[in-house]
């Protein structure tokens, strides 16, 4: 396989990254030259459909050709509806699937050399597993595997440090809080607990700040009925308050304060466009969220409980998702749970990204894509029944290699040599059984060419 594509198909934004054995990359989404890509949908009038950020933007404007959050319904009966047609969440999942792979260069959208795998939350069941592997069909997405969503966020974070460890992870995205314990223990990663949340996350943030805030600011300074919830064009008001309440919570990632202004091309009952102009500061902000966030670090010291360990077993906490982005959050979260952050890894990408390098992992010619073997072996020479075993995948930065003999010879002996470093063991004697340590001076693939001799000192030809 020649390329290995990973992708968070998130609820509310999705990431496509690929691997070469070496390196990863994130391929930017080409309109908006951002990381990530909303997983929203619009149809115009015409027909024609939008996607990723143009059609998110439509959602206060008309909710109702919009199509979003279809990922909560994913191995459901349920219809998504869209203007005046009707979607399963698995063609709309397709959908956004196929939009990002449009973020990938022509050479490997058209290569058949081509693995992906998809995340899915870890308290995805079999139907919903079953539904993400359909939207791929439907997508034309060819060799195709599922992994959870915490352990792509654990692979991420080992690429840059491989000792053995206890993680906490810590996914809160827009709908959702999902908490993981997982263990590495010799490059493999084992779960231990799992716990969750639903209705806590970014878009429950939104609507916090929208009631609590933005909507008394618009009933103080505009004349709006009590029972406004009830009229259709208060309900639209509402999403454009909340769209942009949600602009102002991200502006808090960087700033002191931020503004929840514009136009919303709605008049109050005495005809008077009603514009926004509301200030909000971090303090006021957190103390609107601190329930929330409380309820979450509740979640996840259960968790911890689950799996048996105390915050002095875990190493670190691994901060997945966009609502992660702000500071004040990630710090209430470290001090309360007694355990340090993690910030090596992009909150909005590192998920696509452990996808990306678990695809290379995997035996894609085998059935049920298991992982790739750690041990292998090639036989070189068949007079002698000569076979050199090696560590085929390895997280350390050496590797044996052993030579296997079914007859003993006399003065026999080989020697191996670097393809990319020019190293070289020297001719060692061969003999069963014995072993050269090779150095691995980079990630991905090390060739390495093996020579025999005679006791002539006359090269062996080998098979292979």
């Not at 994913?74 to 990002?100: Q, V």
């Not at 916090?208 to 805030?213: A, G, K, M, R």
């Amino acid at each position: 396989m020649k390329y290995f594509v990973g992708i968070d198909l998130g609820t509310t934004n999705s990431a496509i990254s690929t691997f070469d054995g070496e390196n990863v990359r994130i391929w930017k989404n080409k309109k908006d030259q951002t990381d990530v890509t909303p997983s929203a949908i619009y149809t115009d009038k015409r027909g024609k459909k939008f996607y990723g950020q143009a059609a998110y933007r439509k959602i206060p404007q008309d909710e109702k050709n919009c199509a979003f959050l279809f990922k909560r319904f994913m191995g459901t009966s349920n219809k998504i509806k869209m203007g005046d047609k009707e979607y399963t969440p698995e063609e709309c999942s397709a959908e956004i699937l196929r939009e990002l792979y449009k973020n990938l260069p022509e050479e490997i959208r058209e290569s058949d050399e081509v693995a992906t795998v998809i995340t899915v939350p870890a308290a995805f069941n079999q139907m919903q597993n079953a539904a993400t592997l359909e939207a791929a069909k439907m997508a034309g997405i060819g060799k195709v595997a599922l992994m959870q969503e915490p352990v792509a966020a654990i692979m991420c974070v080992m690429r840059q440090k491989k000792n053995d460890s206890n993680f906490l992870i810590y996914d809160l995205g827009g709908g959702t809080l999902d908490v993981a314990i997982a263990e590495n223990f010799s490059g493999k990663i084992n779960f231990l607990a799992h716990g969750g949340q639903t209705m806590c996350g970014g878009r429950d943030f939104d609507r916090i700040l929208t009631n609590q805030i933005v909507m008394p600011w618009i009933m103080e300074n505009y004349f709006i009925p009590r029972d406004w919830n009830k009229k259709e064009k208060y309900k639209k008001l509402f999403r454009i308050a909340t769209y942009m309440a949600e602009i102002a919570k991200i502006e808090l990632s960087a700033d002191e304060v931020a503004h929840i202004e514009g136009e919303t091309n709605i008049a109050d009952e005495n005809g008077e466009d009603i514009y926004l102009d509301v200030e909000i500061s971090r303090e006021e902000y957190n103390k609107l969220i601190d329930e929330m966030v409380m309820q979450s670090i509740e979640t996840t010291r259960e968790t911890i409980e689950k799996s048996g360990l105390t915050p002095h077993d875990i190493d670190r906490i691994i901060f997945i998702g966009g609502p992660t982005n702000y500071k004040p959050l990630r710090d209430k979260v470290s001090a309360e749970i007694g355990i340090p952050g993690n910030f090596d890894v992009n909150p909005m990408t590192a998920v696509s990204e452990g996808a990306a390098i678990f695809a290379e992992s995997i035996d894609w010619d085998s059935d049920l894509h298991d992982r790739k073997s750690s041990t292998q072996q090639v036989r070189l020479e068949k007079d002698l029944g000569l076979t050199f075993r090696y560590e085929s995948r390895t997280p350390n930065k050496k590797a044996k290699i052993a030579a296997m003999l079914k007859r003993s010879v006399k003065d026999f002996t080989f020697e191996i040599n670097s393809v990319s470093t020019g190293w070289t063991s020297g001719t060692v004697p061969l003999e069963n059984k014995a072993i050269i340590t090779v150095p691995l001076t980079k990630r991905g693939e090390n060739k390495f060419i093996v020579t025999a001799y005679d006791n002539f000192g006359k090269e062996l030809k080998l098979t292979e």
